[in-house]
């Protein structure tokens, strides 16, 4: 909610500016190098003193290829344009990434039914390009790898996400955007044409501008910038939980075991404890799906989970001793289902009807949100450009 000192009258109005994006993840990130790009005057609010420190350095680095979500659905839908468009992006502007290929694999025979579900989905969702594997078929592609069938998605790959932020930082600043490093949003309100809104930095002085305009990619607190101006965040069903995922890295005794991205069939709130690549060959396992009661960013790894995760991935790939695992990193989803919950969608949203003209809402943005950036930011703009 907005802060109890300006539920009345907002302090003085020191600048203005057309557009405030506030978060510099890599969503963040694209929405001003979108708006930029369009001659749109924007400033970049980020909290922390850079980019990208919170999910989206934290993540698994795949580049999706939109097989996984319900047919029509943002994520389906902004996955298979973002897919192609971020391998374009990584090529024009030398981001380090591989188009390494996914192998889907059925650990046992009653998973099998899964695989075509997945395949059935990618196609009513305008993806042709998934190929199902025999069981040899998977043991030639992978020979450390043992399933019952499989599928191959040509098209999965991993991006170098930290390079990948900032050649989108760096052309969003070269078409004029600016940037307020440690600036946390602390209040938001309507007033006539325009948003008056308060940012914070960290020895607690705050900064009073107006924006014509503003889109919200906080992450992690997206849901909470959307109330600052007076949103019900309950009723509009934008309240996020937390999902903590960990990983661990395998030793590079073993790098040798996977030569492209192996992921299980998909487990309940998650695609499974995978195997991942990185940009120098090595292996990577996870993530898990720890629900979180609270909404404290914590990132601890207990090595304790290494039997749960070489269990898990033992179950299809051969070789993996438990002391070559040891802990990685963690990550956080913002997650808008809660436990057990069906599947919920990105809010991507231009809060017009709702009598906030202009501000446009990004929540729950996710896996496969890295993928979906460019699509994301382009469909924001489109949004703010219609409520002009």
């Not at 602390?186 to 007033?191: I, K, L």
Request: proline share 6%; net charge negative; hydrophobic share 45%.
């Amino acid at each position: 909610m907005p802060s109890a000192r300006y539920i009345g009258a907002m302090p003085e109005v020191a600048s203005s500016t057309d557009v405030a994006v506030v978060g510099a993840g890599l969503v963040g990130l694209a929405c001003a190098r979108e708006l930029a790009s369009r001659g749109r005057e924007v400033i970049l609010l980020e909290r922390h003193e850079r980019f990208g420190v919170e999910t989206s350095s934290r993540n698994s680095e795949v580049v999706h290829a939109g097989i996984y979500y319900p047919p029509g659905s943002l994520k389906a839908t902004l996955c298979a344009e973002g897919n192609p468009a971020l391998y374009a992006w990584c090529a024009s502007h030398d981001v380090p990434h591989r188009r390494t290929g996914k192998v889907i694999v059925a650990a046992a025979a009653e998973e099998e039914p899964k695989l075509a579900e997945i395949l059935a989905r990618a196609e009513a969702s305008g993806v042709r390009s998934l190929v199902p594997l025999s069981a040899a078929e998977v043991r030639r592609l992978e020979p450390h790898v043992t399933a019952t069938a499989g599928l191959w998605s040509p098209d999965t790959g991993i991006v170098d996400s930290h390079v990948l932020m900032a050649s989108l930082l760096a052309e969003a600043e070269a078409r004029g955007a600016m940037v307020a490093w440690r600036h946390q949003l602390t209040a938001a309100a309507r007033e006539k044409d325009r948003y008056v809104l308060v940012a914070r930095d960290e020895s607690g002085e705050e900064t009073v501008f107006a924006a014509r305009q503003v889109v919200n990619a906080a992450g992690l607190d997206a849901d909470r910038v959307a109330a600052l101006p007076g949103l019900d965040i309950a009723g509009c069903g934008y309240e996020l939980c937390f999902a903590r995922g960990h990983y661990f890295r395998v030793h590079a005794r073993k790098s040798h075991l996977a030569t492209h991205l192996i992921y299980p069939t998909p487990v309940q709130g998650g695609l499974g404890i995978h195997v991942t690549l990185d940009m120098a060959g090595s292996l990577r396992l996870g993530p898990d799906v720890e629900w979180l009661d609270h909404r404290r960013q914590e990132y601890p790894v207990d090595p304790a989970l290494a039997p749960r995760f070489h269990a898990a991935v033992s179950r299809y790939l051969e070789g993996l001793a438990l002391d070559d695992l040891a802990p990685d990193q963690s990550g956080i989803r913002a997650k808008l289902q809660r436990p057990g919950e069906a599947f919920r969608d990105f809010v991507v949203a231009e809060e017009g009807t709702r009598g906030l003209p202009g501000w446009v809402n990004l929540v729950g943005i996710e896996s496969p949100g890295l993928t979906c950036a460019l699509p994301i930011a382009a469909r924001a703009a489109d949004l703010l450009q219609e409520a002009l």
